[in-house]
């Protein structure tokens, strides 16, 4: 079956402007977190949706980083203002429920400019 | 806080060598313990996963033992090939207290295995 899905692949952008993020979890996954990798670093955890909720947003740096999932399914990461510090690989990932195994998805790059 | 330490690469084995990436971890209670595989352009892919104290999780001839006394899960494998070439993280999952089981990585470590 499809896996996760995120777009776009790449996104290059100026710094100050507002981009978003797409993710679309494996069907009927109700768990979906949001990651962010920097090179050289490990995933870091930004954002746990169970269902349409935010259950966990103790990640996010600071509020410009705001994500929805409005009809529990396909999740949008919103970054405003965006600085040159933002560049990373932001991963989603789904998952059954909230403790079972999480599969990944390829990664959106964004490059703040 | 919850922390996962592994040795830092590149690493580079001639085919057929034996590999071993250490891995230890800092956290509260008893985490379930995880060693995911990022081949090159693709995403990240769980290799294999431990659940309790020495469990041993395997995969693809690759094995981890969950050791509580030396809170440690190294990854070894008896004889790799060119096609293991890839960036492997170690990782730890816990529940925040807000319901959320949050995976916590490594920094990665890049293994080449070479003809």
């Known amino acids: 079956g499809a896996g996760v899905s995120q777009t776009p692949s790449n996104k290059v952008t100026e710094k100050g402007k507002y981009v978003e993020l797409r993710c679309d979890p494996i069907?009927?996954?109700?768990?979906l977190y949001w990651y962010r990798q920097s090179l050289g670093q490990g995933p870091e955890f930004l954002i746990y949706?169970?269902?349409?909720?935010?259950?966990?947003d103790s990640g996010l740096p600071n509020d410009r980083f705001f994500a929805v999932r409005p009809e529990g399914s396909v999740s949008t990461l919103k970054i405003q203002r965006t600085e040159r510090g933002d560049s990373a690989v932001y991963l989603c990932a789904s998952s059954r429920d909230n403790n079972y195994e999480q599969y990944f998805g390829p990664g959106t790059r964004l490059t703040v400019t | 806080g919850n922390s996962v330490t592994q040795m830092e690469g590149p690493v580079t084995l001639s085919e057929e060598a034996f590999l071993t990436i250490n891995c230890t971890y800092t956290?509260?209670?008893?985490?379930?313990l995880f060693w995911y595989v990022q081949y090159p352009g693709e995403g990240l892919q769980l290799l294999l996963k431990a659940t309790k104290a020495d469990d041993k999780g395997s995969n693809k001839g690759f094995e981890a033992t969950y050791r509580k006394e030396t809170t440690s899960f190294h990854l070894e494998k008896g004889s790799v090939q060119v096609s293991d070439s890839a960036v492997y993280f170690c990782?730890?999952?816990?529940?925040?207290?807000?319901?959320?089981?949050?995976?916590?990585f490594g920094k990665g470590t890049k293994l080449s295995v070479i003809p």
């Open positions: 956290a509260t209670g008893y985490p379930s």
């Open positions: 990782a730890l999952i816990h529940d925040s207290g807000a319901g959320s089981y949050q995976l916590t």
């Open positions: 069907s009927g996954h109700t768990a």
């Open positions: 949706f169970q269902g349409t909720g935010a259950a966990d």
